[in-house]
């Protein structure tokens, strides 16, 4: 059984910086992509970040692209959401996902589609005050 625990959510003021990690537990599995999802409420999931794990190549939404990096500690097996000049339109549940069958890596790019990561967190509540 995998797990994902997700960390370092919190209350912040607009204009400041969070960074989530993702530390991944259990036995041993295959890793094609981990992604950051997030969820505000009555909204739908939304994709934040992903990467591709043999390559380290990266995706972003359109609306944290410039501010927001997903990075990685191999041997830590830990993921991580650096979050910079944060918006109340930030405020959601954030979820880290993996994929470890390989749907979120068939097209060139990583997929930012919730149904090709396969073992999801928790998740972690972000607030943002104005």
């Known amino acids: 059984q995998v797990q994902l625990v997700e960390s370092g959510g919190g209350l912040v003021q607009a204009g400041g910086s969070l960074r989530l990690s993702c530390a991944a537990s259990?036995?041993?599995?295959?890793?094609?992509?981990m992604g950051w999802f997030r969820q505000a409420p009555g909204k739908e999931r939304e994709f934040v970040a992903a990467?591709?794990?043999?390559?380290?190549?990266?995706r972003y939404g359109d609306s944290v692209k410039g501010r927001f990096t997903i990075s990685r500690d191999n041997a830590k097996a830990t993921v991580y959401l650096q979050m910079n000049s944060l918006k109340p339109e930030d405020t959601a549940v954030y979820y880290c996902?993996?994929?470890?069958?390989?749907?979120?890596?068939?097209?060139?790019?990583?997929?930012?589609?919730?149904?090709?990561?396969?073992?999801w967190g928790q998740g972690t509540q972000v607030t943002v005050s104005s």
């Open positions: 990467m591709r794990w043999s390559s380290g190549s990266t």
């Open positions: 996902a993996g994929d470890s069958v390989g749907r979120a890596v068939l097209g060139g790019t990583v997929s930012a589609g919730t149904g090709n990561y396969n073992f």
């Open positions: 259990g036995r041993t599995f295959s890793r094609y992509a």
